[in-house]
């Protein structure tokens, strides 16, 4: 027999069933809770204000920088404006204006030597027609960002509903809905974007349906597996015991233990769509020239690489963050809508 | 169970149940069971994993369609109810499922959980009638008010199983099948939710079919126990004549796979082997009344054997 020492306790009784119950932990609404697990990752939280501020520059600027300006130029003045260097006006090394041409042992001030007059500045430089470059990424990001987002809208539409549609029925309806997706995904995405180029003629509304054409197919198969594994569930079972709709079920209890997902899968399409819109117009079947695209803008520097890089890195630095933010925002989501996640 | 005559609620009939019927790998997950439930009785369904027991409690709540037989529901059939009145049916019989934590949907609170069931059957006039009837619930089921905010994640097993029990309830059914309810909880909290799923039956005046594989637990709260094994019902007949007077080998097999909690007693427990033989040799066997009320899966001279090694 083991000696306790009775007097190190203390009786304190049995505690009401109501204490025992309760929790501790104070309750919050789904996105009260939701934004306070975002609101712990720091990087999810500067990519969402990135974006915002992306997104609200885009639409402001539609006013302040409209298609025009960034398109003309004037073509008796070529030769004065064209590939200017970035110029702050201040002098930081590589932003004054100043250019060291390969060979070159010290760098020459192309204003100057280009007889551009006084006091004419070109803050993120000239291409080579003399646009501005800070211009033509303003207005490339508009499209690109409308191209992206809507583009994805549709994916989200047609890939979440056929993707539970085609998991719930199961059975041949699932089949047949199967191999229809293996086909489309088995033709090439550039016949189907230069076929529809054909029909609608090439331009914005075109890629986007094209984007969307071909995208939805991996969202579809995603969504159609969670659905699959998420209608075995007992709380869909319970579900349909009540008598819930088909539709309901998709709604309240399918949709949203799949949001991660879907959301990932979102915010790995919007890069995907910025990148192939890049693609389309650097081999001539995205926007049409002289409208302006982050990838359209990549593609007429390429050429100039070695002399003028500015012309790329610039939209190039931008695609690569807008596609960053939305990653690290996607992932923040992922885990701030997962009320299992948090670790407290 | 009231004496007299007891009405049925439930009845099933020649019910079968087979999964890839026709191919090689056909599995008959109900193979020609019949069996009544009769009004305010707990009718415990035991036998081990695999034997059919939860497949009969779903497909009684039409989760699965039967391949053949009829189930009868108050006298009515609803083997194949479709639209309004399989959604009348549905507020008459809920289920009890066996993993709290996976039966909750952990993306809504536990208020709308627990309302489901009152949404679909539009059983509460305004969003405060709602909230009270939810309240009512957790009241019912031991958890206070202001655990309808919450996310089931932030419950101990117990209290998740009492919240399922809570959404059972919402539609205030006749008839629940508890589909393993405690299987999946701990052993301090077993009794808890079994005495709670006692007190409601008497309260509410409710039938359950209790499906477990504890037959000690099963023992405890059922009227009569139905022993299922490979989709067959072997043996039927109330609590104490199947416990104390087993007639199937199997489930004299089953009861000697107790653990007694007495070290003594313990020790010298036999396990009594089963021979799978007697269903396998494809005799044809009926159900027979050995004893009154006492059913046993078998041909006229097991039976008589049964019968006479009872002596």
């Known amino acids: 027999m083991m000696a306790a020492n009775t007097e190190d306790f203390v009786i304190v009784g049995a505690q009401s069933s109501d204490a025992n119950e309760h929790i501790a932990k104070p309750a919050l609404s789904f996105w009260q809770d939701a934004w306070r697990r975002l609101k712990l990752n720091k990087l999810a939280v500067i990519s969402m204000w990135f974006l915002i501020f992306i997104m609200a520059f885009a639409v402001v600027s539609n006013i302040l920088v409209p298609q025009k300006a960034a398109n003309s130029f004037n073509s008796d003045k070529v030769g004065v404006y064209k590939n200017l260097p970035p110029n702050s006006g201040l002098p930081i090394p590589g932003w004054d204006g100043k250019i060291k041409a390969p060979g070159d042992n010290s760098a020459?001030?192309?204003?100057?030597?280009?007889?551009?007059?006084?006091?004419?500045?070109?803050?993120?430089?000239?291409?080579?027609?003399?646009?501005?470059?800070?211009k033509r990424v303003i207005v490339g990001l508009r499209i690109s960002l409308l191209v992206a987002i809507v583009a994805t809208l549709i994916d989200l539409l047609i890939g979440v509903a056929y993707g539970v549609?085609?998991?719930?029925?199961?059975?041949?309806i699932d089949n047949v809905m199967q191999r229809i997706?293996?086909?489309?995904?088995?033709?090439?995405?550039?016949?189907?974007?230069?076929?529809?180029?054909?029909?609608l003629g090439s331009g914005v509304l075109s890629i986007i349906l094209a984007i969307a054409m071909t995208g939805w197919l991996s969202m579809a198969r995603q969504v159609r597996n969670?659905?699959?594994?998420?209608k075995e569930r007992d709380y869909v079972l319970a579900a349909k015991s009540l008598g819930e709709s088909s539709t309901k079920i998709a709604i309240k209890h399918l949709i949203p233990n799949m949001a991660g997902t879907i959301i990932v899968q979102v915010m790995m399409t919007v890069p995907n769509a910025i990148m192939f819109e890049a693609v389309l117009s650097a081999i001539n079947l995205g926007v049409k020239p002289p409208t302006a695209s982050l990838g359209s803008l990549i593609a007429d520097a390429q050429a100039m690489l070695q002399f003028y890089p500015y012309q790329i890195l610039i939209p190039a630095v931008m695609l690569v963050l807008i596609s960053l933010a939305f990653i690290l925002l996607g992932d923040g989501l992922r885990d701030a809508f997962d009320p299992r996640a948090s670790e407290d | 169970m009231t004496e007299g005559t007891p009405k049925k609620l439930v009845e099933l009939k020649d019910l079968q149940l087979y999964f890839n019927k026709?191919?090689?790998?056909?599995?008959?997950?109900?193979?020609?069971?019949?069996?009544?439930?009769?009004?305010?009785?707990?009718?415990?369904?035991?036998?081990?994993?695999?034997?059919?027991?939860?497949?009969?409690?779903?497909?009684?709540?039409?989760?699965?369609?039967?391949?053949?037989?009829?189930?009868?529901?108050?006298?009515?059939?609803?083997?194949h109810l479709k639209g309004r009145r399989l959604s009348e049916f549905r507020k008459n019989a809920q289920m009890i499922f066996q993993d709290p934590q996976a039966s909750?949907?952990?993306?809504?609170?536990?208020?709308?959980?627990?309302a489901e069931g009152i949404d679909i059957n539009k059983l509460a006039e305004s969003k405060a009638d709602r909230n009270q009837k939810v309240q009512q619930l957790l009241d019912l089921v031991g958890l206070n008010k202001d655990h309808a905010t919450r996310y089931p994640h932030e419950f101990s097993g117990g209290q998740r199983q009492r919240i399922g029990i809570a959404r059972a309830l919402a539609v205030d059914p006749k008839f629940i099948i508890a589909d393993e309810p405690i299987s999946a909880?701990?052993?301090?909290?077993?009794?808890?939710?079994?005495?709670?799923?006692?007190?409601?039956?008497?309260?509410?005046?409710?039938?359950?079919?209790?499906?477990?594989?504890d037959l000690s637990m099963v023992k405890y709260i059922s009227d009569r126990i139905g022993v299922m094994h490979w989709g067959k019902l072997l043996e039927i007949g109330s609590a104490d004549a199947v416990y104390n007077h087993p007639l199937h080998p199997y489930t004299k097999s089953l009861l000697s796979a107790i653990p007694v909690p007495d070290p003594e007693v313990e020790k010298a427990r036999q396990h009594v082997d089963y021979d799978t033989s007697v269903e396998t040799d494809g005799k044809k066997r009926d159900m027979i009344e050995v004893n009154p009320g006492h059913f046993v899966l078998a041909t006229p001279e097991e039976a008589a054997t049964y019968k006479a090694a009872q002596r």
Do not use: C
Request: glycine share 12%; net charge negative.
């Open chain 1, 108 to 134: 020459t001030d192309v204003y100057a030597s280009q007889g551009v007059p006084d006091g004419k500045k070109f803050i993120l430089g000239t291409d080579n027609i003399g646009r501005s470059v800070a």
């Open chain 1, 165 to 172: 549609f085609s998991g719930w029925k199961g059975g041949w």
């Open chain 1, 181 to 199: 997706i293996e086909i489309l995904s088995s033709i090439p995405n550039l016949i189907i974007v230069t076929m529809l180029g054909l029909l």
């Open chain 1, 226 to 230: 969670m659905t699959l594994s998420l």
């Open chain 2, 22 to 79: 026709g191919k090689s790998n056909e599995v008959r997950a109900i193979d020609h069971v019949s069996f009544d439930i009769y009004e305010g009785e707990v009718f415990g369904l035991v036998g081990e994993s695999g034997s059919g027991k939860t497949t009969i409690g779903r497909t009684i709540l039409k989760l699965y369609e039967p391949t053949a037989g009829d189930i009868l529901f108050e006298g009515k059939d609803v083997t």
């Open chain 2, 104 to 114: 909750l949907n952990g993306r809504m609170k536990v208020r709308d959980i627990i």
């Open chain 2, 185 to 213: 909880l701990d052993v301090s909290i077993q009794a808890q939710v079994v005495n709670l799923m006692k007190e409601l039956q008497q309260r509410h005046s409710l039938t359950y079919l209790f499906i477990a594989h």
